[in-house]
């Protein structure tokens, strides 16, 4: 279950991964699968070659994406996420999240 973002981050993250760019958003996050991770960040684009070879720089493989009929894209969790957040320059979205 996602939570904690505005329509508008969503609107604009679709809007980034259909017009084919790598696009992030990163928000609270409830998995039971999943306890010990709060926050999740979805890494899509329309153009799935694009998507894969953006996620070979960082040992992301190809079967690792979650295929959807709009809006396919990898889910980037922990220490991944965080990493990789850093070197996209996008840790902001992280950080927002973490209490104060």
């Known amino acids: 279950m996602a939570f904690g973002i505005k329509r508008a981050e969503l609107q604009e993250w679709k809007a980034r991964a259909a ?3 790598i696009a992030f958003l990163t928000h609270y996050w409830h998995d039971p699968r999943f ?3 709060t926050t ?3 890494v899509a684009c329309l153009d799935l070659d694009r998507l ?3 996620g070979e720089r960082y040992g992301l493989k190809r079967e690792w994406i979650d295929y959807r009929e709009q809006f396919s894209h990898y889910d980037l ?4 996420q965080q990493q990789i957040l ?4 996008k840790l902001w979205q992280l950080e927002r999240l ?3």
């Open 52 to 54: 894969a070879h953006w």
């Open 19 to 21: 017009s084919g760019e």
């Open 40 to 42: 999740v960040t979805k």
């Open 98 to 100: 973490q209490p104060r």
């Open 77 to 80: 969790l922990g220490e991944t």
């Open 35 to 37: 306890p010990d991770y």
């Open 86 to 89: 850093q070197a996209e320059g």
